[in-house]
């Protein structure tokens, strides 16, 4: 009889934590399911004035045949993976060598460096906009992938990131790779990369998100319409559409957000790990 | 010991003779990084800072020394009060905000016994989400006659409003969606700090009679939190005051400079006006504000931080 009591006892609460956290959840969920909602309604329902959250005549197909007719969203798709693939190799070239020197070499400027690194870690992306695209400008490279890319080419964080996860290999590891005629080059990649997967990987999926997600600097750099990323993409179909097709618009927002939203889905834990790493940045 | 392998005693020799390679090296190494250090970030910092003092325009031929001027226009503006104001506004509305809900949702979760990893997924959605698309469907949602909210509002019988549009009100709008953005986010790092609660002064405090429910919370769980509290705090500030992307796509600042924003006037003046002097020197006092709201509240909390 005592496990029921207990049982019995301790549902109350639980229940009353699954009330407030379901209040929560629908606050959280509400923007998707009015997407969704939208995005499978004919025209003739989404400017309808009388509430309703089931389309009588399902039209997500013709919605979304709609937006890949009138915005190029393959090719948003194309340039978002082109971006955020290319800005996450170049990043690791450059982080994790340096990242190799920075935790196990001594060298002069070494100290330098790292306060640098460390105070690239509070300097947010607005406060060197300017000087930047007046770079780019100069050197005629606005409106290119180039332009997307270069900038992000160096991620301070992906360097303290790696300082941190390389500071933890044993010393001994390092010198038997040396003995076996490694290169200090060779260290990084056969030894240190595979050691610091773990690293690796949630950098990689805080970079992706937020190079995908980044709206401030295509927005800046970027007119032709075949450079679009997926962000500026959807807003240029919104001002173009200037609010008189929400259905293709939601379809369209619905598409742009779905690579991350299925991978998120699939791999949480990592994604979770991976982006409170930017709380750090 | 026998077992010593001459392998394992090569690297003393290979250090001992060959001390000072590895400098050279590490040079190398770490030079792209380095270079990219200066011509990204040390460089425009220093090209900022000096073209704050300077009536530079892109496009212009050249460009003239005028000392504080920028700063002087900008103190004389009422645009930028307005931005300073309104972005002040919006981060003492989110930060409690996001940070209140993480926390809940985080303490929530943290008892339950089934359903934490879906709850956690829900809340991480839109975290996760483009902010410009999910900006978009907050905007059909707020619409004034087919929205869900008014549609909603008039089915209840309840006042509507033209939520983005309303001076007093637009601010407030995009505040809330900026909780709504970022409150998991910081519910994923309260969950970190909660699991990190050594569980032994839970039973201490039951031993020493502290009832469960808000007392303990007050007395274990409140202080234990506090640093992880402190970072979410300082972490969510400087991320409200770089509210742009929403600004940009629902309201461009307005209706009538209602939402104009720091990092919107930087964007403005910088690359529609093209005002680079002038934008460089928004750019350095927004720096500035952000440092300063790193440097203070680690200060400040830290103070408070300390229970032992």
Redesign the interface.
């Known amino acids: 009889m005592k496990p029921m009591r207990a049982w019995t006892l301790?549902l109350a609460?639980?229940l009353a934590?699954?009330l407030?956290?379901v209040a929560?959840?629908l606050?959280?969920?509400?923007?998707?399911a009015?997407?969704l909602s939208?995005a499978s309604k004919p025209e003739t329902e989404?400017?309808?004035?009388?509430?309703h959250w089931l389309p009588a005549k399902f039209a997500l197909l013709d919605n979304l045949r709609t937006a890949f007719a009138k915005a190029p969203i393959l090719r948003l798709l194309l340039n978002g993976l082109i971006v955020t693939a290319s800005i996450y190799v170049l990043q690791l070239?450059?982080?994790l060598?340096?990242a190799?020197?920075?935790a196990k070499?001594?060298?002069?400027?070494?100290e330098t460096?790292m306060a640098?690194?460390l105070l690239?870690l509070?300097?947010?992306q607005?406060?060197?906009?300017?000087?930047?695209?007046?770079?780019l400008?100069t050197l005629g490279l606005l409106d290119s992938y180039a332009a997307l890319i270069a900038?992000w080419?160096?991620s301070?964080f992906g360097?303290f990131l790696l300082r941190q996860f390389f500071k933890t290999v044993p010393n001994?590891l390092i010198?038997?790779a040396?003995?076996d005629g490694l290169s200090?080059?060779g260290i990084?990649w056969r030894v240190m990369l595979p050691t610091a997967w773990p690293a690796v990987t949630a950098f990689g999926i805080f970079s992706v998100?937020a190079h995908?997600?980044d709206?401030?600097w295509p927005?800046?750099v970027i007119n032709s319409p075949e450079l679009l990323t997926?962000?500026?993409g959807?807003?240029q179909f919104?001002n173009q559409e200037a609010g008189t097709n929400?259905g293709a618009?939601?379809a369209?927002?619905?598409v742009?957000?779905t690579p991350?939203?299925a991978a998120?889905?699939l791999a949480?834990r990592r994604?979770?790990e991976g982006?409170?790493l930017?709380?750090m940045k | 010991m026998a077992e010593l392998s001459p392998r394992l005693l090569l690297p003393m020799q290979r250090r001992a003779t060959l001390p000072r390679w590895p400098l050279r090296v590490g040079h190398a190494l770490a030079a792209p990084a380095a270079l990219l250090m200066v011509v990204l970030l040390i460089g425009p910092l220093a090209v900022v800072l000096g073209l704050s003092l300077t009536d530079y325009q892109l496009g212009a031929d050249g460009l003239a020394f005028i000392g504080l001027d920028n700063y002087q226009a900008m103190w004389a503006d009422r645009v930028f009060w307005k931005s300073l104001t309104n972005t002040a506004l919006y981060s003492m509305a989110v930060v409690p905000g996001s940070v209140g809900l993480g926390l809940a949702a985080a303490l929530l979760i943290h008892g339950l016994a089934r359903g934490q990893a879906t709850y956690r997924a829900i809340f991480f959605l839109p975290v996760m989400a483009t902010l410009i698309a999910m900006a978009l469907v907050w905007e059909f949602m707020l619409h004034p006659n087919f929205g869900l909210v008014n549609l909603g509002l008039r089915g209840l019988g309840l006042q509507t409003h033209n939520w983005l549009n309303e001076e007093g009100l637009a601010l407030w709008v995009l505040a809330v969606i900026g909780i709504w953005q970022g409150f998991g986010f910081n519910m994923v790092l309260f969950s970190a700090g909660l699991l990190g609660i050594p569980r032994q002064l839970y039973e201490a405090a039951a031993i020493d009679g502290v009832p469960a429910g808000w007392t303990r919370f007050r007395l274990v769980t409140w202080p234990m939190l506090a640093p992880v509290t402190l970072f979410v705090v300082v972490v969510s500030s400087i991320k409200s005051f770089q509210v742009f992307d929403t600004v940009q796509v629902l309201t461009k600042g307005g209706p009538n400079k209602a939402t104009e924003v720091l990092v919107y006037t930087l964007y403005a003046e910088g690359f529609e006006f093209f005002r680079s002097g002038y934008a460089s020197a928004v750019t350095v006092i927004f720096l500035a504000i952000v440092l300063l709201i790193t440097l203070v509240k680690t200060r400040w909390l830290d103070r408070r931080v300390h229970y032992t």
Do not use: K
């Not at chain 1, 606050?27 to 998707?32: D, V, Y």
């Not at chain 1, 989404?46 to 509430?51: A, E, P, R, T």
């Not at chain 1, 607005?126 to 770079?135: D, K, S, T």
């Open positions: 301790s609460p639980q934590r699954h407030a956290l929560l959840a606050f959280t969920l509400l923007p998707f009015w997407m939208t989404v400017y309808s004035d009388v509430l070239l450059v982080a060598p340096a190799y020197a920075l070499l001594d060298f002069r400027g070494r460096l640098l690194v690239g509070l300097v947010p607005h406060a060197v906009a300017v000087p930047v695209f007046l770079l400008h900038p080419t160096l301070v360097v001994d010198d038997a040396r003995i200090e080059l990084v998100v995908w997600n709206y401030f927005l800046i997926p962000p500026l959807v807003a919104r929400y618009l939601m369209a927002a619905l742009v957000i991350l939203v998120f889905l949480q994604f979770i982006i409170t930017t709380g």
